[in-house]
Structures are given as structure tokens and as C-alpha cells.
């Protein structure tokens, strides 16, 4: 027991070393989709005869190729930045692929308590789940995203499956801490993150049906005061301004407001054999305008334009159980912790295989140590990670407080 001690500390600090290593960040590792996307400034690589670049007012935003995944221009494409309701498409990617749309959900009065924009639900009505994401996608509704987020579990487990889902999009800007982009400490996404989303949902037939329905008469209401009788039913709308304002070949997504995120847009268009996404954070004035004009600059120069990143693959799909299991920022159940715990644990054993372990990590932690110390490299990198890109083919929570609409 007297040598158990020792090795303990030494596994421990060579435990903490390598933690520290892990967390450190990685200065000469690329942003992922490109070398490019770096930096506050325009991002665009003109060809001879390419038009100019509009000048828009807007803090962060991404244009890209739906098809090949090429970004045709940006600006601070990998800034964090709150989300807004923009983050609700990760809520209804993420959701789209667990709950049957047919299935009947029975509201509480926390879901139509919720703060923010709301369709209108009602308290211990019934909905479908197809229901509930035309009005998360549509008007916004926060009471719809408290709704879906119950059905499929609780918000705890949605939020876990929603980061899960951005990892397996390779979208590592992203944070997110509820299911309807209402403030939260910590959420957090980017340009480039939402046009990877955008890029994966799009294609789902029942997602395009969702971002592409301009009007919905018979949205249910309350329920009938006698049984066997009608139940009564409302009228809403989307407040996607390309929809509104009626631009050419638009085909989604969705817009968001909150005092700290300002407006947030992604948009898509098609026309011809061209599909574009713009994505848009922090805009000042009207989103239209941005919007617009960033599009038709891209269908006028997709061609005269080289890339200057891409939209990169998805990771392998990732099952439920280990979704589930993938906790957020902070989990206690954080695999480098549990290492080193179990490094830590293996020194008290005496098993031989496992003091010949420890007594290597013993060395090693004294040659650490002595790095650290002064005697040696002054820095430990590692290599560069690099992604093969795509190539193919108020209340302070506000969100969606009924900004003009489109906003």
C-alpha cells in the first residue's frame, strides 16, 4: 500500500496533464470545411466577370450550394452566436427522425404556459405530432417545441439528442440547451453550423413538407364541448419572408428573434438545377433584403465564383442508445474523467499487468513533469485535424415576441 500512493499521484498528474493537453485548443488545426473560413472579414475568391459581392448588413452569414455542399461566400462563418428560433430546424431534424408524425400528443399546462411566440395551443388537447412541428416550423411556436420535446421523452432528453445530432453533422459550433432557441446560457451555433443542418433536412420529404407550407386553415383549436361534436379550428401562416415577399423558387426555412441573437434567417431557393442556403445571423434592418440579395448574387455567379470551403459530410449515423448516452458540456460522465479515474483506481490493484501500467504512466508523468517544469518543449501540439469536405454533387426571453412579421 505504501507504493500505491505514489503511483496514485504520479497517475493523477499524468492524468491532469493529459487532460489539460485535450482541452487545449489546437492553433494550427484548419476551421472545419476549409482553411478559408477563418478570420471577421468577406470570404469570396471572384473569378474574371463575377459580379460584386452585395454589401449586407449582417454580423455573421454563409451562402452555399445545397447540391455540391460549395460555399460560394461568407463572413464569419464560424462565429458562436445565440440562435434564436433558427435553432428549432436542429429541433425538428432531430425529433423528425424518433416520432411517428401520426402520433397523438395531449398538452400540459406547461407547454401553452411557455414564454415566447406560441401557435395557440390549447391545455389537455390533443395534437398530433405532425401537427406540432407545422406549428414549430410555421409561427414559431415555442408551445409547440415544450410539446414535441415532452412527447418524445422530456426536454432533458431532446437536448441531449439535438447536441448528438450536431456532432453527427460534424456542426461543432453548436450548443444547445432547450428545443425552442429561447435564451439560454451557453446555447450557441454559427452560420456554417446551420447550413450543414439545413443541408441535411432539406431533402426529407416530411421536413421539406414542414418549411414549405405557406397557409394551414384547419390548424386544430379548442376541443369540442361535447364529445362526438366538431372541434373548432384556426388559420396560421409562415413568417418566412421569402414566402411572404414572394421570392422566386424559395422553398424554406425559418426565421428567429431575440434580443440577444437580434434577427437570424436561414433561407433556400431554387431555380434551375441550382439550390441555395443562406444563412443569416445578427441582420440589421429587414431580412428580405439580406436575404434577396445574397441569393440572387448566387444564382448569378455560382458559376464565377471558386469555393471557398464546403458544407463537409456527416459523421456514420449514431444509434439512440448512444445518443442518449452523449451528455451536454460538463457531463460527470465525461470519458477523459472516467479515464483517468480508472488510471487512478488501476494503481491499487495487484494485478501485474496493471502495475507494469502503472509504472509506465509513472515514467511518463515524471517526464511531463519535468516538461512542464521548464526542462525541455516549451509546447506539445498535435497534428492538424482536417475533414475531407463534400464534394459531390423584455423579458429578456422573447424569442419570435412578435416581431414584424418575417422576423
Excluded at 507504493?3 to 492524468?15: H, I, Y
Aim: proline share 8%; glycine share 8%; charged share 20%.
Amino acid at each position: 500500500m505504501r507504493r500505491a500512493r505514489p503511483l496514485r499521484l504520479a497517475l493523477a498528474a499524468t492524468a491532469a496533464v493529459a487532460l489539460v493537453m485535450a482541452a487545449a485548443p489546437i492553433a494550427s488545426a484548419e476551421p472545419i470545411g476549409g482553411p478559408l473560413l477563418t478570420g471577421n472579414d468577406v470570404i469570396v475568391d471572384p473569378r474574371p466577370g463575377a459580379a460584386d459581392l452585395p454589401d449586407v448588413p449582417v454580423s455573421a452569414w454563409v451562402l452555399a450550394d445545397l447540391d455540391t455542399g460549395a460555399i460560394l461566400a461568407a463572413k464569419r462563418p464560424h462565429a458562436q452566436r445565440p440562435p434564436a428560433s433558427v435553432l428549432k430546424m436542429l429541433t425538428l431534424l432531430t425529433l423528425s427522425q424518433r416520432l411517428d408524425p401520426g402520433l397523438v400528443y395531449t398538452t400540459t399546462h406547461d407547454d401553452v404556459a411557455v414564454e415566447g411566440s406560441r401557435v395557440g395551443l390549447v391545455e389537455k388537447a390533443t395534437y398530433t405530432v405532425r401537427d406540432l412541428m407545422f406549428g414549430l416550423m410555421m409561427q414559431s411556436g415555442n408551445d409547440c417545441a415544450s410539446a414535441l420535446a415532452n412527447a418524445n421523452g422530456g426536454m432533458e432528453l431532446t437536448v441531449s439528442q439535438m447536441n448528438a445530432e450536431a456532432q453527427r453533422l460534424q456542426a461543432h459550433d453548436t450548443v444547445a440547451m432547450n428545443a425552442s432557441g429561447l435564451p439560454a446560457e451557453g446555447q450557441v451555433t454559427s452560420a456554417y453550423d446551420l447550413a450543414l443542418i439545413a443541408r441535411e433536412a432539406l431533402p426529407r420529404p416530411d421536413i421539406y413538407a414542414y418549411v414549405n407550407t405557406r397557409v394551414i386553415e384547419d390548424f386544430p383549436g379548442y376541443m369540442p364541448d361535447k364529445p362526438g361534436d366538431p372541434r373548432p379550428t384556426m388559420a396560421i401562416a409562415t413568417q418566412n419572408p421569402l414566402f411572404i415577399q414572394g421570392y422566386k423558387g424559395a422553398i424554406g426555412m425559418k426565421t428567429g428573434w431575440t434580443t440577444e441573437a437580434g434577427r437570424t434567417f436561414v433561407g433556400a431557393a431554387e431555380r434551375g438545377n441550382t439550390s441555395l442556403v443562406v444563412v443569416l445571423l445578427n441582420v440589421e434592418g429587414e431580412i428580405y433584403d439580406s436575404a434577396a440579395s445574397l441569393l440572387d448574387w448566387g444564382f448569378d455567379n455560382v458559376a464565377e465564383v471558386t469555393p471557398v470551403g464546403y458544407l463537409v459530410d456527416p459523421v456514420e449515423p449514431i444509434t439512440d442508445s448512444s445518443q442518449q448516452s452523449i451528455g451536454l458540456p460538463g457531463d460527470v460522465d465525461d470519458p477523459l474523467a472516467q479515464a483517468a479515474a480508472a488510471l487512478a483506481g488501476e494503481a491499487e490493484t495487484d494485478n501485474p499487468s496493471t502495475n507494469v501500467l502503472a509504472l509506465m504512466a509513472c515514467v511518463l508523468g515524471i517526464i511531463l513533469g519535468l516538461i512542464i517544469m521548464g526542462l525541455g518543449v516549451r509546447s506539445i501540439r498535435g497534428p492538424a485535424r482536417r475533414t475531407p469536405p463534400r464534394r459531390a454533387d423584455a423579458r429578456r426571453v422573447d424569442d419570435d415576441v412578435r416581431e414584424p412579421i418575417g422576423s
